[in-house]
């Protein structure tokens, strides 16, 4: 018995063959030919998924987010960034040393952020026994200090392609792991749907263990 090619089972899956080789085929097919009728599933199948992709729309607010991490990242210094920088207004790594105190990392670090129309808070600590570090923060909007800043996408990377993304809870807050690169990165929506970008080098200082 005859068999088709994998380029003509492709072409009968497309239906762009002529009608008389379309027939040909069909009547294989017809015949009761296994392998014909598996490899022609299998192509369908893979019509079928690149269908389903096709048609995939991700929500703006996470095509937002996407975009502003890439410009703020390494990968994307080459062009403008598209998102805002928060201002800082405390780091617990600025902070004086007591007199005669011997410069140490304790793991933790803790800071406060201005980004219209937030404030943000943000606490990054050392897992110990693994090279993970968890970072929490909440978001208040100083305009209505008394309404939770709910569902705000945020993500998280350790500019190195470990991505998280979360939603603040129902009291604006936000609790998540990620693996320790050093380097670490908080997108999230700001005022006029605008990505605001926590951007942080060496956010955790030369931990005992880490490279």
């Not at 893979?46 to 048609?55: C, G």
């Not at 410069?103 to 050392?126: F, H, K």
């Not at 026994?129 to 970072?135: C, H, L, P």
Request: glycine letters at 8%; aromatic letters at 6%; one cysteine or more.
């Amino acid at each position: 018995m005859k068999h088709f090619t994998t380029e003509e089972w492709i072409d009968f899956s497309n239906q762009v063959l002529s009608s008389g080789k379309q027939h040909e085929m069909e009547m294989h097919l017809e015949q009761g030919c296994k392998r014909c009728s598996k490899a022609l599933s299998l192509w369908r199948h893979v019509r079928q998924a690149a269908e389903t992709e096709a048609n995939y729309q991700p929500p703006e607010s996470a095509v937002r987010i996407a975009k502003a991490a890439f410009a703020g990242s390494h990968l994307g210094r080459s062009g403008k960034r598209a998102g805002t920088l928060a201002e800082l207004l405390f780091d617990s790594f600025l902070r004086p040393a007591a007199a005669g105190a011997r410069s140490v990392t304790t793991g933790t670090r803790q800071m406060l952020y201005r980004a219209e129309p937030y404030q943000v808070d943000v606490t990054i600590e050392n897992k110990p026994g693994v090279n993970r570090i968890v970072v929490t923060g909440q978001l208040q909007d100083s305009r209505h200090p008394d309404v939770p800043c709910r569902d705000i996408p945020v993500m998280i990377s350790n500019l190195r392609g470990n991505v998280v993304q979360t939603l603040t809870n129902e009291f604006g807050e936000f609790r998540e792991e990620i693996k320790y690169s050093g380097d670490l990165e908080l997108v999230f929506t700001g005022a006029d749907d605008k990505p605001v970008i926590i951007s942080l080098r060496d956010a955790l200082g030369n931990l005992p263990g880490r490279s």
